[in-house]
């Protein structure tokens, strides 16, 4: 399974919702995360990927949608 499949996979079990997305969809703006459930999805990435995000990259500008997603983790290797 690539990144972007098990990032989506994360979104949908956050969400509790079985949908497929476009890369440049906005999670929040579709009503799909709010920003309590950023938290629950950036625990799971972090348990995921077996990285720590700070509190102070918590920003839904940051995990708005799945290319900025991919695009943090790129940023943090």
């Given amino acids: ?3 972007q499949a098990k990032i989506t996979e994360l979104i949908c079990k956050v969400a509790k919702k079985d949908i ?3 890369p440049d969809e906005s999670l929040f703006e579709s ?3 709010d920003s309590f459930a950023l938290t629950d999805l950036v625990a799971a990435i972090e348990l995921e ?3 720590k995000i700070p ?3 918590l920003s839904p500008r940051k995990f708005e949608t ?3 997603i991919e ?3 790129d940023s943090r290797k």
């Fill in 66 to 68: 799945l290319e900025r």
């Fill in 71 to 73: 695009a943090y983790l």
């Fill in 49 to 51: 990927f077996g990285l």
């Fill in 31 to 33: 009503g799909l995360l």
């Fill in 20 to 22: 497929s997305l476009a």
């Fill in 55 to 57: 509190d102070s990259d």
């Fill in 1 to 3: 399974m690539d990144r």
